[in-house]
């Protein structure tokens, strides 16, 4: 289960073309599946619930909480969230705090809001941090939220907070689409990322590769919370947060979101033999060894804190998915894996419902020819992490 108790969603969810095998995949070069056209559909870019309209959607279980404590409605007239939530993270989430890990999870079972958030923080963090949190929860202007006629909310909205998305910290899987791509078919679709471990992070947006904390901060409303269009930031209420004493402040507050804990864990973050099973110590041994996950997932933290493409696009021909142009993806951040089972779905654009189809995502396109109980050990190793 994920560290509240949510349980994990497990085994292979992504469906084959008929009369195909993982085996017979998996023996192919890319070159056989993209001419028999045998790439799995779930395999594909993801593409956003409208992916020519686009813009955030949330989780309907995040509207509801957001309206019920501040009376602001994240509902859009024109489009619902389109996963099942039992595939997304557990909601609200645990916070863990670098600089009080004697106190365990901080948030009290609550989504932290503008309207809490002092009654839950005051006395654990120092005022400067309280200050950036209270940033962090306070609701700006956004493309699909705001008080113009340009909008996608039945009444004029005060805006989104950043911890809207990244929920307690962590994460939701709201979705977006990235702002950095023209034109509008090749746009990829974001799952929020956990904010969880920025601290050891150096690189930030999927392929923007800002390179703080602090400029995600202090960028992120000038333009990406606009679709990347400056000129519409300035129309429907562009918020400027000050380098010293905002962005400094809600940066602050970030760096302290802790891993969960991790038990099995020793303090090379490596399994510690005494409390893993044999299946997780397999794992281990794949994943630093056959599999290769480990090159641009080291321990502690499991990233290099690089980009990487995985040119996927070497199995299939280039389709338009419900909008979106399914071609190559480029390079892509390496996310940590620290945690992972409390981060579903998986891949930049959460095409990937569980850890078991990311492995067999991985198997094909590293191809490593995993047999089935070394992908099982693999996906036993990661829910350790």
Known sequence: ?????????????????????????????????????????????????????????????????INRQEARDLTRFDLDFDLPDHFLPEFPAPIYLTT?????????????????????????LNPKQLEGLRLLVTPFPQQQFNQTEDR?????????????????????????LVGDIRPQEFRHRIDTPSLRGVNVQRLFGSQRALKSVEDFTEFEQRAAYFDGDPVIATKKGVNVLERGSQVHFMAEFQALLGFPPAPKLNIYGKLDPAKATKEELRGQDLFFGKAQCGVCH?????????????????????????GRMASSDGP??????????????????????????????????????????????????????
């Open 1 to 65: 289960s994920m560290s509240r108790g949510k349980p994990v969603q497990e085994g292979v969810r992504v469906k084959l073309p008929q009369g195909v095998t993982w085996e017979n995949l998996a023996s192919m070069t890319p070159d056989e599946i993209k001419e028999k056209n045998l790439w799995p559909k779930g395999f594909l870019p993801l593409p956003h619930p409208n992916h020519g309209e686009g813009g955030m959607v949330f989780p309907k279980f995040v509207i509801d909480e």
């Open 100 to 124: 009080r890990p004697d106190l365990g999870d901080v948030s009290q079972g609550k989504l932290v809001t503008i309207n809490n958030y002092y009654e839950l923080f005051n006395g654990i």
């Open 152 to 176: 996608r909310s039945e009444r004029p909205s005060r805006g989104v907070a950043c911890f809207d998305c990244h929920a307690n910290g962590h994460t939701d899987a709201a979705t977006h």
């Open 298 to 322: 080291p321990a502690p933290y499991y990233t290099d804190n690089l980009m990487h493409d995985l040119k996927a696009e070497r199995f299939y021909k280039p389709q338009m998915v419900n």
């Open 332 to 385: 892509i951040k390496t996310f940590t894996l620290r945690g992972i089972k409390d981060s579903p779905p998986y891949l930049h654009d959460g095409r990937l419902l569980t850890l078991e189809d990311t492995v067999e995502f991985f198997n094909l396109i590293q191809g490593l020819k995993l047999a089935d109980q070394e992908k099982r050990d693999l996906a036993a190793f990661l829910r350790a992490l």
